[in-house]
């Protein structure tokens, strides 16, 4: 007993770390209507000022605290209400986490162009100190916190108080949650919709900020990453809140801390269940919230009821233009294509880039499935293609089966996979699903991969190129003919589907899940059609990616790229084939072109990032939007054409 | 490290796919350049013969200069940055131009190639179809090095950072650490020794529930297995399920206070040993730590007060080696004009730099790539002027057990790097071939440079 109390009662600091930033997260939705992932980015943007000032400049504390929590914080939430989720109010909460996610991916390489690369040692907490020799601690008993575990005690206090005493007793509070519902509803009440929104984000950056600096001593540098992770990690404390209730979200805290205390202590070291259980217990947690609490189960999306007055999305610019000219431009796409193929065959570097594009646009061709077909955001594409290259892996190396049926054989695991893991989520929509599937490759990660049955252990397996019958396709241009045809044959494979029964009932059930049901349509049948059929392509994929480079390795499928593909394949278009070829195109091409002009390549992920917040805008990308705008040009040029070349020129009229 | 090394080469590749690079920023200065065992001597490549400089045709090579190009992880979302190698090629690079390049000929950094996170066969491909280069150095990437296999191919002479297993077999690789063997296959025989050393008996273990940091546990495991008995030590609390990022280590430290440990590695980051400190100190665990991936003077300088006490390796010769030995000395000196940082990063690439000129001077005038190759493969005693500990290229390439045990100890005192168990101007402590005995003292630690 006196163990079981020892283990509570020393993860409670642990568990108030998970509470600060749960807390965050809670606020943020409920004054925002933002399930804001990128809320760590925003910790992670004062964590760098205040190290900057107070470290590397060697300001008072109490300067560099003001400056970097109520200077910055609020700062960074004026902005991105001022210039992005301002316009969003009437977004779905699909858009809104979507643009997030942009954030999430360039906030800390925007932050990393000022704050430099070089090593932050030396993190130092607003405990005046919290550092070697002078380290405090300060003994209860048999137990002991040190400076900064006492500050980040006292915040959540004050920040769970604070901020249940606002919601529950204020009129802001109220106010704050209005907007949220109906922005257009509450200024016909009067009330400023942008100010309170703006006050709302001012405030949740500010805690972000606060979180950021507290929290930043628990590791030895200062690096977005850490953020990012402690993020992940708290999620199952802002779930157990239901994402709405501060003190119930305190709790899921710390309650998590205490489990991840008690399982520490009781858990034999080194059995399985503690392999997998002790480093993946905030996500298996989270898992089973989402898919057990029936509070979460049972939630919609908030609307704005005004919302319907908003047009509705404009279909796709291959629908709406002329055949004439749909025809031009596929002819003009295969003289392209053909030329860029002739020019690949005769440089081997490029050659590599277009094998590179041609398996990443496999991959991103399972978004439009699930994201463009289905509506869904998924977070775990790059887990279903981990899935493809670890089982070919295994087989080829295990059971020395021929490479290219490994690889049919890997997607099929995966579309296996994908398909029963969508069967416990199917009842979750939106960014519940959305957080699913992330809690689902955050599992993987930490329960599977590291098993040398999955992962293949320290040494990454060896995969080599396939073989089918007398050709060999060891080499690139060999190969590239075969990533084209399975290419082609994906295509041709999700425009069939999308043209076919299921994709209709997709589209049905995007716009109206009753509706649907009410003429037969089998919505659960549907999606899982949809979610086996994305992570078999994912898988597919994934085979072709670990054949290509020689090795199935954890590295190429974490979790982060799964959220780097989102928001790359949304920005570009994720409801055409085209989109996903443009999002591999264009995820090579951007990286080459800034290799090319010298610059660094986090200019990447700002640049796609920041185009994932114009999704709630152009839902069907960047791209299709312009391609719509372009045919609409040429298509008034024609026009303007034929008229004056077919329309009767009128005679003058005669003098006489 | 190499077939018997204190450092695991699992851990090192966590460490750097976790921490991103070492810096060590120390303040000497001096000057000479020794010559390497079995190289040319120096004069032969920078006093032009009566007829000139004979025409040499071959990749990269005009009648001017010699081009290289390399890879490393310079960019990356999760750390690891090892961008300073190609400072240290370019200060030695500096410093051969100097004095008149190699054969009359300039040699020249093409091009710096970021392999971000994992990306270095694509980089490598660039290198190969476009940069036009006789040779790649420094190769140093985050992760798997994917690229290996189309250099090896190309039989183009390649110098990195060879912590990874692509590095051992093919003839035209040349890592820092040689052939590489860890693991359950080679039981490293340093951390027994140390623990013997020390008068340290109850090890506590800690690692990630990671590949590389898990196998890195085990090798760790599998050392005391064999050696344990004769160093009077055994690991008492392993735990290889800690979860990467952020750990609750409260728990872990209990029980290990609970074990009596005396002695404690980790095969973590700087936030995990850094955590680990911090808790050790708070339930006041008085244990040593051995820090495998601790030699970084920014880090120690910030947070020395948490390790007092508490030991480090190099597999090269440390900054701290008294009195400083000539390569550092030079190191140094051409670093400070380049103005770059002087990190252990940069001394390998510096190391590699020093390679790839044996190589060239051992070739002759009328130097190829496959001569360059064929010439280090003849080197039986290779050690960068003392950098490192010797290699023997004649066996590197072929026998991964070839004992190369050398590891160069250091405890933390004051925030800094003291050297241990050393000898003056010898930093590295080596044991003999290990294979054959289970006992530390059976093969007593000879110093060498």
């Not at chain 1, 006492?150 to 704050?176: E, H, Q």
């Not at chain 2, 200069?65 to 992880?73: D, E, F, H, M, P």
């Not at chain 2, 980790?266 to 808790?279: F, H, Y």
């Amino acid at each position: 007993m006196t163990d079981f109390i020892s283990y509570v009662i020393r993860g409670i600091p642990f568990g108030c770390v998970f509470a600060l930033v749960a807390v965050g997260l809670v606020l943020t939705y409920r004054t925002s209507g933002v399930f804001n992932l990128a809320f760590g980015a925003q910790a992670f943007v004062s964590a760098a000022v205040y190290y900057d000032t107070r470290v590397r400049h060697e300001w008072p504390i109490i300067l560099s605290f003001l400056l970097a929590v109520v200077v910055v914080g609020p700062l960074v939430g004026f902005i991105l209400d001022r210039f992005i989720f301002r316009y969003m109010r009437s977004a779905s909460e699909l858009s809104r986490l979507v643009a997030a996610l942009g954030l999430l991916v360039a906030i800390p390489q925007m932050v990393q162009l000022w704050f430099g690369q070089s090593p932050s040692f030396g993190v130092v907490g607003i405990w005046p100190s919290s550092q070697g020799s002078n380290f405090a601690v300060y003994h209860l008993g048999d137990y002991s916190l040190n400076g900064d575990q006492v500050a980040t005690l006292i915040a959540t206090f004050i920040v769970g108080v604070g901020l249940t005493a606002m919601f529950r007793y204020s009129s802001i509070g109220l106010r704050m949650r209005a907007v949220v519902e109906s922005p257009r509803m509450t200024e016909l009440q009067g009330i400023n919709a942008d100010r309170i929104g703006t006050f709302a984000w001012m405030l949740s950056s500010l805690i972000a900020g606060l979180a950021g600096v507290l929290l930043a001593p628990l590791f030895a540098q200062v690096n977005s990453n850490n953020f990012t992770i402690l993020i992940v990690a708290a999620l199952a404390a802002a779930a157990f809140g239901k994402l709405s209730s501060i003190p119930l979200t305190l709790l899921g805290g710390v309650g998590l801390g205490v489990l991840g205390g008690i399982l520490a202590g009781y858990l034999p070291t080194n059995s399985v269940l503690a392999q997998g259980l002790r480093p993946s217990l905030p996500f298996v947690v989270l898992f089973l919230l989402l898919i057990f609490s029936p509070a979460l189960r049972r939630r919609r999306e908030v609307k704005d009821p005004l919302a319907g007055v908003d047009p509705p999305p404009p279909g796709l610019a291959a629908i709406e233009r002329s055949p004439a000219l749909t025809w031009s431009t596929r002819i003009f796409g295969l003289i392209v294509g053909l030329g860029v193929i002739a020019f690949v065959m005769n440089d081997r570097y490029w050659l590599l880039l277009a094998i590179q594009a041609l398996i990443f646009a496999t991959i991103f061709l399972s978004y439009t499935v699930i994201t463009g077909m289905a509506g869904q955001i998924s977070l775990c594409q790059a887990t279903f293609a981990a899935i493809g290259a670890f089982t070919t892996a295994q087989l080829v190396n295990a059971y020395d089966i021929p490479v290219m049926l490994t690889i049919v054989i890997g997607a099929v695991v995966a579309a296996v996979v994908g398909g029963l893991f969508s069967i416990p989520v199917l009842r979750l929509g939106g960014i519940y699903l959305a957080l699913a599937t992330f809690a689902f490759a955050l599992m993987f990660e930490s329960i599977l991969v590291p098993l040398d049955w999955v992962g293949g252990g320290a040494t990454p397996l060896k995969v080599p190129r396939p073989v089918i019958g007398p050709v060999d396709f060891g080499s690139d241009r060999a190969f590239f003919f075969l990533c084209l045809v399975i290419l082609i044959a994906v295509s041709f494979l999700v425009i069939l589907v999308r043209g076919g029964a299921t994709g209709r009932f997709l589209d049905a059930l995007r716009g109206s899940e009753i509706a649907a049901q009410s003429i037969g349509i089998n919505p659960s049948r549907a999606r899982i059609v949809a979610f086996a059929l994305s992570a078999g392509i994912a898988g597919l994929g994934g085979g072709l990616f670990a054949t290509q480079v020689g090795f199935a390795q954890p590295a190429d499928f974490a979790y982060f790229y799964s959220l780097f593909f989102v928001v790359l394949v949304v920005t570009l278009g994720s409801r055409t084939v085209e989109g996903a070829i443009n999002a591999a195109i264009g995820f090579i091409v951007v990286q080459e072109l800034l290799k090319r002009i010298g610059l660094s390549a986090s200019w990447e992920p700002i640049f796609f990032g920041l185009g994932a917040i114009t999704y709630a805008k152009n839902p069907e990308g960047i791209l299709e939007a312009q391609k719509r705008r372009s045919n609409a040009f040429v298509q008034r040029q024609f026009n303007r054409f034929k008229n004056t070349t077919t329309d009767p020129v009128p005679a003058e009229p005669s003098s006489t | 490290m190499g077939s018997h090394g204190l450092k695991q080469r699992s851990g090192q590749r966590f460490a750097a796919l976790a921490t991103g690079l070492v810096v060590l920023a120390v303040s000497l200065g001096g000057g000479y350049r020794g010559a390497v065992a079995g190289a040319a001597d120096n004069s032969t490549t920078t006093t032009k013969p009566a007829g000139g400089w004979p025409k040499v045709d071959q990749p990269g090579v005009t009648g001017d200069t010699i081009r290289v190009s390399g890879v490393a992880s310079t960019t990356n979302p999760i750390g690891g940055l090892y961008g300073s190698s190609f400072d240290g090629v370019a200060a030695y690079f500096n410093m051969i131009n100097a004095e008149g390049g190699i054969y009359g000929r300039k040699l020249v950094m093409v091009k710096k190639h970021d392999d971000q996170l994992g990306q270095n066969q694509r980089e490598v491909e660039a290198i190969i179809d476009q940069d036009n280069v006789f040779a790649v150095l420094p190769v140093a990437t985050i992760a798997f090095f994917s690229g290996a296999k189309k250099l090896a191919d190309a039989k183009i002479p390649t110098f990195g950072w060879g912590i990874n297993d692509e590095w051992t077999g093919p003839p035209n690789f040349f890592g820092h650490l040689g052939a590489l063997c860890n693991g359950s296959e080679c039981p490293g025989i340093g951390l027994p020794w140390l623990s013997k050393k020390l008068n340290k008996h109850k090890l506590g273990v800690l690692a990630y529930n990671v590949p590389s940091s898990s196998d890195c546990l085990d090798g760790i495991q599998s050392s005391f297995k064999k050696y344990g008995k004769s160093a009077n030590a055994k690991v008492v609390y392993a735990n290889k399920t800690l979860s990467f990022g952020v750990t609750d280590l409260s728990s872990d430290v209990k029980k290990m206070v609970d074990a009596k440990v005396d002695f404690v590695t980790t095969c973590m980051d700087t936030n995990g040993v850094l955590s680990l400190a911090k808790e050790m100190r708070q339930q006041g665990m008085t244990a040593i730590q051995y820090l495998p991936n601790g030699y970084d003077q920014a880090f120690m300088r910030k947070n020395g007060g948490f390790f007092q006490g508490s030991y480090v390796i190099t597999q090269f010769a440390p900054f701290e080696t008294t009195p400083q030995l000539p390569a550092l000395k030079q190191y140094l000196k051409w670093m400070n004009k380049s103005g770059a940082a002087k990190t252990e990063n940069s001394v390998i690439g510096w190391v590699n730099a020093d390679n790839f000129v044996t190589g060239l001077r051992m070739a002759g005038p009328n130097f190829t790539r496959q001569k360059v190759v064929d010439q280090l493969n003849t080197l039986t005693t290779y050690d960068a002027d003392g950098l490192l500990a010797p290699l023997n290229w004649a066996k590197q390439h072929t026998d991964k057990h070839y004992p190369r045990s050398c590891t160069a100890f250091m405890e933390v005192k004051n925030s800094k790097f003291v050297p241990k168990f050393g000898k003056p101007g010898k930093p590295f402590t080596c044991w003999g071939n290990t294979d054959s005995t289970n006992s530390v003292t059976a093969v007593p630690p000879t110093n060498r440079r």
